[in-house]
């Protein structure tokens, strides 16, 4: 998995003028990950080297801003002199990491990767990445990570250690640590179509009495307004009335016309008060419960099914749901498996996400009739002739996590994974192509 960066915000320290042309690609780097900031025409391009490649990647462009304080980037309500945005690949969300000029970068580096559930190796090519476009040149590398919270040592490959030299197996894409969310929206097309929707109730008579009014139909503006706001999520909050205002809705409102509400609903619980608010309701209501039966009722909605797979999903991003998560176990999966086979490609990756979430959870949580079940659906998916390939890569990292730190690498043999890994590892796309090497590697672990 190859760790990509770059910068949206302001760079101090980097001067255009200052910076090497495009010739200076011509030379090798000297190390995997080792990132190069080069000229091109008016604007400062970042490349990292490729080592097995043997060439420079392209990583992104390094936007200079205006050095007023006052728009420094804001992250989590708190401003940092930079915000890099991260790619880790693998259809993973973005991830942004913060640094001040004043911080040690070794220490920025360590307490970030620890805090995200990323691995120890990425240190030194994030390090370097900080220290090329924030102009630090002299910098005394620390080749040793050091926990920040404890203080103490870890191994980092490459770096000097006194563990004795023990071969360990090295895996590409497991286990999967950290949950995925769906965090995109696009808030003005779902009040469009509430507001569509509303329209169609108060023409017919019959259904008139389910309608919004004027007041209620602004209180869904405002809670778009709050979920825009993301640096001020921190410290943002939700009247009472706007998350009842939702749940009626959901509880009220035709089958047919519960999608663009299932989607505020996912992004409401990205929010920590939204998510907070809501979970008294989840549980003394099961609203969540009838949701699903409700949307998954034959002949399901595709767009029902997908923002509602895609709401249940994002409840892993907040450790409150955790206990609800695994007591419903058993009822969502069973609910959405024929999702395996839909004909809706977003459908199947969004199912493919929650299968993996689960798995996350299940390993952390050490629940072997969980991790059985989630390893069952995985193997099913994997296996689907019509799964396109990013959903059937999710599915297999979901299998080769529960088998590597999970309690079931007995069952996923007797259930001839080999074969499954083989068939992965012949595979054109190169990331299930590397996911099929590393459950063949734990399929033969002792």
């Known amino acids: 998995m190859f760790i990509s960066l770059c910068i949206r915000k302001r760079v101090g320290g980097l001067k255009l003028e200052d910076l090497p042309g495009l010739d200076a690609l011509k030379t090798p780097g000297t190390s995997d990950g080792q990132t190069k900031v080069v000229r091109e025409g008016d604007n400062g391009v970042a490349y990292a080297w490729n080592m097995r490649e043997q060439k420079w990647d392209k990583i992104g462009e390094v936007v200079d801003g205006p050095d007023d304080s006052t728009k420094r980037p804001v992250l989590d309500g ?135 009014n004027e007041s209620d139909i602004s209180r869904f503006g405002a809670i778009v307004k709050v979920l825009k706001d993301t640096s001020h999520y921190h410290s943002s909050r939700f009247d009472d009335v706007d998350v009842e205002l939702m749940l009626k809705l959901l509880k009220t409102w035709p089958v047919t016309m519960l999608f663009p509400v299932v989607d505020l609903m996912r992004m409401i619980v990205l929010h920590p008060d939204g998510a907070g608010k809501l979970l008294q309701h989840v549980k003394d209501e099961d609203i969540v419960i009838e949701l699903i039966k409700k949307v998954t009722a034959s002949p399901p909605l595709p767009a029902n099914l997908l923002t509602s797979l895609r709401a249940v999903t994002n409840l892993f991003k907040s450790s409150i749901y955790n206990e609800w ?79 590597l730190d999970g309690l079931v690498r007995r069952v996923a043999l007797d259930f001839d994974v080999l074969n499954i890994a083989k068939a992965a590892k012949a595979s054109k796309d190169a990331k299930i192509a590397e996911v099929g090497a590393d459950i063949e590697l734990v399929a033969k672990q002792n």
């Open 325 to 403: 998560l695994l007591i419903h176990r058993a009822e969502i999966l069973d609910a959405y498996s024929s999702c395996c086979s839909s004909s809706n490609k977003n459908v199947q990756l969004s199912y493919a996400t929650l299968l993996l979430n689960y798995a996350v959870l299940l390993v952390e949580k050490k629940d072997e009739e969980g991790q059985s079940h989630v390893l069952s659906a995985a193997l099913e998916m994997a296996e689907g002739e019509t799964v396109d390939s990013d959903s059937r890569f999710r599915a297999l990292v979901a299998i080769g996590s529960l088998m």
């Open 78 to 212: 708190i401003q940092y002199d930079h915000v890099f945005d991260v790619d880790i690949g693998d259809g993973e969300p973005m991830r942004k990491l913060p640094y001040n000029r004043s911080e040690n970068p070794y220490d920025v580096a360590d307490k970030w990767l620890l805090k995200e559930n990323l691995p120890l190796s990425y240190r030194q090519q994030i390090v370097e990445f900080i220290l090329q476009n924030t102009g630090q040149k002299d910098f005394t590398p620390d080749p040793l990570f050091r926990d920040p919270y404890t203080g103490s040592s870890a191994y980092i490959p490459g770096a000097p250690s006194k563990l004795p030299d023990v071969s360990k197996p090295s895996y590409k894409h497991i286990p999967k640590k950290g949950m995925l969310v769906f965090d995109t929206a696009q808030f003005d097309g779902i009040l469009k179509k509430i507001s569509e929707f509303n329209n169609g109730l108060l023409s017919d008579q019959e259904k008139q009495y389910l309608s919004l």
